[in-house]
């Protein structure tokens, strides 16, 4: 191997010149966003999250926002409507793609779905890095402005060790070179791995060098406050200040699934992850707490909603102990509200609300559920809807 005398040695004309870029032959240039610090032109961005939180549903929301011109969400400035390329693994076009998509409002012509790339006599579905100059293509033909690739690991070639970093790198160096030879904006979704704690940028699926390679990193999670709002937070932000996060609730429409936005959320990433990883021991936390309110008789639903979020229990985590311990809501009277309170135990083994035996009797055999049975409340009194702000 040569050493660096070795190679001052040598002549002049085995070392390619000029050797290197000079700074001042490079024009400065401002970043562009296809949404303001959240998702840059010409880089790459990763959207993590667990499945089953919508993080596909997101990705076709900006799609079709994108194939429109419409403003970005929290945002009030158009864009000149454009091409979307699709690279989609493990949805189906016809039954859940279109369908979202006309859900939220695309104009699907300017839409393509990369599903198969030619392979000798048959098709096979695309690969990063090998099949690039497909991609590159899909995008001149639609003028495309934004890729989603969904989800990374489904895509990368057979070649490419996805827990491996130099590979990783290697792989997706190509793919934001792409990026930014077509200045389109590249998102990678990616589901979380199964690590606790820590920081939020080593919860991605696979290599750190995937989140090292991107510009910027985004995260769905579950609201604590409210187990059916999903929040958006950002996770890395290399070209602007961190975004601040958004929550969002997925809804239907027509019989398919659309993003609902509802405002800034005062839940960053790291509260996220605390939140799931964290969400048994909270839930066990929070059954002593609940246990402790109701110990003494029926409390109105305000009011255990309020004392046990002065205990540092989450609206979210409350209702699921409520369920976890068995706990009966009662109305008081015909113009009153609703009152809570724990199960009481007869000779015989049934449980029922102490201050009115036999109204249980006929909901269910067994009781109170298993906390395996139990499952969150979803049904909110009309007493909590008033105060809830």
């Known amino acids: 191997m040569s050493t660096a005398s070795d190679l001052l040695a040598m002549p002049d004309a085995t070392i390619p010149q000029p050797v290197g870029v000079l700074l001042s032959e490079v024009k400065?240039?401002?970043?562009?966003?296809?949404?303001?610090?959240?998702?840059?032109?010409?880089?790459?961005?990763?959207?993590d999250g667990d499945p089953g939180l919508g993080k596909s549903t997101l990705s076709l929301d900006i799609a079709a926002r994108v194939s429109r011109g419409l403003p970005m969400p929290g945002s009030m400035e158009h864009m000149e409507p454009s091409g979307v390329v699709l690279l989609s693994a493990e949805d189906d076009l016809a039954d859940t793609i279109r369908p979202?998509?006309?859900?939220?409002?695309?104009?699907?012509?300017?839409?393509?779905?990369?599903?198969?790339?030619?392979?000798?006599?048959?098709?096979?579905?695309?690969?990063?890095?090998?099949?690039?100059?497909?991609?590159?293509?899909?995008?001149?033909?639609?003028?495309?402005?934004?890729?989603?690739?969904?989800?990374?690991?489904?895509?990368?070639?057979?070649e490419v060790d996805g827990h491996k970093?130099?590979?990783v790198r290697r792989a997706l160096h190509r793919l934001a070179a792409l990026a930014e030879d077509h200045h389109v904006a590249v998102v990678v979704v990616r589901h979380l791995n199964k690590a606790v704690g820590g920081n939020p940028l080593y919860r991605g699926g696979g290599s750190i060098g995937i989140i090292g390679a991107a510009r910027s990193g985004l995260l769905v999670g579950r609201d604590p406050d409210d187990e059916n709002r999903r929040v958006l937070a950002s996770t890395k932000a290399n070209l602007a200040q961190e975004a601040e996060s958004l929550s969002f609730h997925i809804e239907q429409h027509e019989g398919a699934s659309r993003v609902s936005w509802d405002g800034v959320s005062s839940h960053g990433a790291g509260c996220l992850l605390a939140e799931a990883e964290g969400d048994q021991s909270a839930l066990d936390e929070a059954k002593e707490i609940v246990?402790?309110?109701?110990?003494?008789?029926?409390?109105?639903?305000?009011?255990?909603?309020?004392?046990?979020?002065?205990?540092?229990?989450?609206?979210?985590?409350?209702?699921?102990?409520?369920?976890?311990?068995?706990?009966?809501?009662?109305?008081?009277?015909?113009?009153?509200?609703?009152?809570?309170?724990?199960?009481?135990?007869?000779?015989?083994?049934?449980?029922?609300?102490?201050?009115?035996?036999?109204?249980?009797?006929?909901?269910?055999?067994?009781?109170p559920p298993s906390e395996a049975e139990a499952?969150?409340?979803?049904?909110?009194?009309?007493?909590?809807?008033e105060e809830i702000d």
Not at 32 to 46: C, F, M, N, Q, S
Not at 121 to 150: G, H, K, Q, T
Not at 375 to 385: A, N, R
């Open 100 to 158: 979202r998509l006309d859900a939220a409002g695309a104009d699907v012509s300017r839409i393509l779905a990369l599903r198969t790339v030619p392979d000798g006599e048959e098709d096979r579905p695309p690969s990063i890095p090998a099949d690039l100059d497909y991609l590159a293509c899909a995008i001149e033909r639609v003028d495309a402005r934004l890729v989603v690739v969904d989800p990374l690991m489904a895509f990368l070639g057979g």
């Open 165 to 167: 970093d130099q590979s």
């Open 28 to 47: 400065p240039e401002r970043v562009e966003w296809l949404w303001d610090a959240r998702i840059p032109l010409g880089k790459l961005t990763i959207l």
């Open 291 to 367: 246990r402790d309110i109701l110990a003494n008789g029926p409390v109105s639903s305000a009011d255990l909603r309020r004392r046990a979020m002065n205990e540092g229990v989450s609206e979210r985590t409350m209702r699921r102990a409520r369920g976890a311990l068995g706990a009966v809501k009662q109305k008081r009277g015909m113009q009153g509200g609703w009152t809570w309170e724990l199960p009481t135990e007869a000779e015989d083994g049934r449980t029922w609300p102490a201050s009115n035996p036999g109204q249980l009797g006929h909901l269910r055999d067994s009781w």
């Open 375 to 385: 499952l969150p409340f979803e049904d909110v009194e009309d007493d909590e809807i």
